[in-house]
């Protein structure tokens, strides 16, 4: 994770809308619903995964976000405002004693997507100090940082509940999460031809009625 530069009062900045109404992305058919921590309400990437798998909307089951294209990726910066947000990538770690380090192993999707689209910020994901007094979690959930890098880079690796110990206790660095939703598709029914039979007799019926009568 980069060297925490933002203080709690930027966090406590962001204006974005608790518990939005999804929003729609053209691009691809989606929907989108940002969710703000409050001082009462914050989850851990756990917790926020189950809590988005909980939710449905247009017949379709949420799930932590999933940013599969620039396109997606650009749509959830600049229209949703994600930033300080969880998001739905995780990673899976192992210590490797032989380097005294924690390595990374590969970065996946809740959704079993291919992982190949990636805009990390400049050094990320390099879990920073895992398992230290700092960071006492593994830094294997993918967040939004808080501001993008000259060349666009905007993701940064945390921990599970996205915190850092500072002097004066814990300090968090995410805001809430972005939930996204697949609409379930609705297939015509196909109507049998006995009904298209019957209906265009009954409308020749009907018109010969009203010849007769004049």
């Known amino acids: 994770m980069l060297i925490k530069l933002f ?50 909307y247009e017949g379709g089951s949420g799930y932590l976000a999933t940013v599969t294209s620039q396109e997606e990726d650009d749509f959830l910066w600049n229209v949703l405002g994600a930033q300080g947000s969880f998001l739905g990538g995780f990673d899976v770690s192992s210590y490797d004693s032989n380097l005294d380090q924690w390595q990374h192993q590969a970065w996946q999707w809740v959704t079993g997507e291919a992982f190949s689209y990636a805009n990390w910020l400049p050094g990320e994901p390099n879990h920073w100090r895992d398992n230290s007094s700092l960071t006492p979690d593994n830094e294997d959930y993918l967040m939004y940082w808080w501001q993008a890098d ?13 915190s850092e110990l500072t002097d004066t206790g814990i300090r968090y660095i995410t805001r809430g999460l972005v939930v996204e939703f697949t609409p379930a598709v609705t297939s015509h029914v196909p109507v049998p031809q006995s009904v298209w039979l019957f209906a265009t007799g009954l409308i020749l019926l009907i018109r010969r009625a009203g010849n007769s009568t004049h």
Not at 14 to 34: D, I, K, Q
Not at 150 to 162: P, V
């Open 150 to 162: 000259s060349n666009g880079g905007r993701w940064n690796d945390t921990n599970l509940n996205a």
């Open 7 to 56: 203080t709690a009062l930027f966090f406590a900045s962001a204006s974005l809308p608790s518990f939005a109404s999804p929003v729609f992305n053209a691009s691809n058919g989606h929907y989108y619903e940002l969710h703000t921590f409050t001082d009462d309400w914050r989850l851990d990437w756990s917790e926020a995964k189950a809590f988005a798998e909980n939710l449905t």
